[in-house]
């Protein structure tokens, strides 16, 4: 079955540059997605398509993918971003939909 | 503002069965594929589950194919999730998410309900 890789964790102090990997087979030929997931709330997706940043969140989320890895940018990042970042993405058929194992993102 | 509410979750037996609901509210219900995704107690996200705007296309997650039918009710606006054949493993936070659709190949959930808990445990 497809998987997605993501590194357990991630620290950065307040306004560096946090960087995320995410890396699939399947990549080079399906869009990645981020989704951002505080402690009890559900998730929120804060990059869709590889790059384009949803209405409503910060400029400081940036999203790039080359080959078979995409990667999620915080520039400047702060305390409130602290949380889990899944990135997803689907199998090279489309149908099946896949999650990363989640990197857990430490901001002190 | 798009609503997303799921109800249904539990304490159930193994071999037991379950049955979820997603009252969807805030958008054209008819017009969107739906989704469930699951998280179980401190791990990642799960895809489960996704059916078609009018239920021609159905898929399924390995994990849970042969005992879990996802369907819609779009006069309703509600999605649903029948579990059966329950294992401890499908202990989890189940989620209900719409689905969107991009340019082709573009496809993702977004948003989600705050999610209902369904514990299989005797």
């Known amino acids: 079955s497809y998987e997605l890789t993501q590194p357990p964790s991630v620290s950065v102090s307040p306004g560096q540059t946090a960087r995320i990997t995410c890396s699939g087979d399947?990549?080079?030929?399906?869009?990645a997605y981020w989704y951002q997931q505080k402690s009890g709330q559900a998730p929120v997706l804060v990059i869709y398509e590889d790059s384009k940043r949803p209405s409503g969140i910060p400029e400081r989320f940036s999203g790039s993918s080359s080959g078979t890895m995409a990667t999620l940018t915080i520039s400047g990042a702060q305390v409130e971003d602290e949380a889990d970042y899944y990135c997803y993405s689907t199998d090279s058929s489309g149908t099946q939909r896949v999650f990363g194992g989640g990197t857990k993102l430490t901001v002190l | 503002e798009v609503q997303l509410v799921e109800s249904g979750g539990g304490l159930v037996k193994p071999g037991g069965s379950l049955r979820l609901s997603c009252a969807a509210s805030?958008?054209?219900?008819?017009?969107?594929?739906m989704n469930w995704v699951r998280q179980a107690p401190g791990k990642g996200l799960e895809w489960v589950s996704s059916?078609?705007?009018?239920?021609?296309?159905?898929y399924y997650a390995d994990s849970v194919k042969g005992r879990f039918t996802i369907s819609r009710d779009n006069a309703k606006n509600s999605l649903y999730l029948q579990m059966n054949s329950l294992r401890a493993e499908d202990t989890a936070v189940y989620y209900c998410a719409r689905g969107v659709a991009g340019s082709s190949p573009s496809y993702w959930f977004d948003p989600w309900g705050q999610g209902t808990l369904v514990t299989v445990s005797s």
């Open positions: 805030g958008f054209t219900f008819s017009s969107y594929s």
């Open positions: 399947a990549l080079p030929k399906k869009y």
């Open positions: 059916i078609s705007s009018s239920s021609s296309y159905i």
